[in-house]
């Protein structure tokens, strides 16, 4: 009685060439895309600190205009319930009495104060900084010693615009005594870092409390 084996047909060189080859593509493709993905998140992280500075600065100026005070002050533009001012060296300085104090937050937020923003620029490197002042206040008195905090290091750029109650345009420069400006405008500009550009971006806040307090 005759055995009948049948042939065990294995792979070919060029089938196991073949499937390693495409496996390398596989593998190449998903590295690749590891990397990107790996970049962008880095490149996100990196920017995270200076957008969240961003938002919380926005968002504290954003309830403190909401409350603008304008109390009757004597003494000159010094005391002018709301000023804005530019210079051509990139320096400004925003300046204004509100009800609601909002960044440290705390019982300080429940009365008045006279805020300012300052922007300065170091003269050798160029670099600007963002410092804001607040001094407590009690109707038309002060009641307490300006204190600072350090907002953003290492700009190359910050701008802040205001639009007079008409909004016919942005100004750099505003100074009113009794009429509050309708909207703010604010532009930011970081530092190129290795390999992440600069960071560019802009907003708006609407002044959306029109009505004067008198003390």
Same mark, same amino acid.
């Not at 320096?91 to 923003?117: D, H, Q």
């Not at 530092?191 to 609407?206: H, R």
């Given at each position: 009685?005759?055995?009948?084996?049948?042939?065990?047909?294995? @792979? $070919?060189?060029?089938?196991?060439?073949?499937?390693m080859l495409?496996? %390398?593509?596989?593998i190449l493709?998903?590295?690749?895309?590891?990397?990107?993905?790996?970049?962008?998140?880095?490149?996100?992280?990196?920017?995270?600190?200076?957008?969240?500075?961003?938002?919380?600065?926005?968002?504290?100026?954003?309830?403190?205009? %909401?409350?603008?005070? @304008?109390?009757?002050?004597?003494?000159? /533009?010094?005391?002018?319930? @709301?000023?804005?001012?530019a210079l051509? /060296?990139?320096? &400004?300085?925003?300046?204004?009495? #509100?009800?609601?104090?909002?960044?440290?937050?705390?019982?300080?937020? %429940?009365?008045? &104060?006279?805020?300012?923003? %300052?922007? $300065?620029?170091?003269?050798?490197?160029?670099?600007?900084?963002?410092?804001? @002042?607040?001094?407590?206040?009690?109707?038309?008195?002060?009641?307490?010693?300006?204190?600072?905090?350090?907002?953003?290091?290492?700009? #190359?750029?910050?701008?802040?615009?205001?639009?007079?109650?008409?909004? #016919?345009?942005?100004?750099?420069?505003?100074?009113?005594? /009794?009429?509050?400006?309708?909207?703010?405008?604010?532009?930011?500009? $970081?530092?190129?870092?290795? /390999?992440?550009?600069?960071?560019?971006?802009? $907003?708006?806040?609407?002044?959306?409390?029109?009505?004067?307090?008198?003390?």
């Amino acid at each position: 009685m005759g055995c009948n084996l049948s042939a065990k047909k294995g @792979f $070919t060189l060029i089938e196991i060439l073949l499937a390693m080859l495409i496996a %390398s593509i596989l593998i190449l493709g998903l590295h690749f895309a590891y990397q990107q993905a790996h970049r962008i998140w880095l490149s996100a992280e990196s920017r995270r600190p200076v957008y969240h500075n961003a938002r919380v600065i926005i968002e504290t100026l954003r309830q403190e205009l %909401s409350c603008l005070y @304008f109390p009757q002050i004597e003494g000159g /533009d010094a005391n002018t319930p @709301f000023v804005l001012s530019a210079l051509p /060296d990139g320096t &400004a300085e925003l300046a204004f009495y #509100t009800l609601n104090p909002s960044w440290a937050g705390g019982i300080k937020s %429940s009365r008045m &104060a006279r805020v300012r923003y %300052s922007v $300065t620029r170091d003269e050798d490197s160029g670099e600007i900084t963002v410092e804001r @002042f607040e001094q407590p206040f009690s109707g038309e008195k002060a009641i307490g010693k300006e204190h600072s905090d350090v907002l953003f290091k290492g700009l #190359t750029n910050f701008k802040i615009w205001a639009a007079e109650p008409e909004f #016919t345009e942005w100004k750099e420069s505003y100074d009113a005594k /009794d009429r509050p400006p309708r909207a703010i405008k604010i532009a930011v500009k $970081t530092k190129a870092a290795a /390999d992440i550009p600069e960071i560019d971006f802009q $907003t708006s806040i609407l002044v959306s409390c029109q009505t004067i307090f008198k003390s």
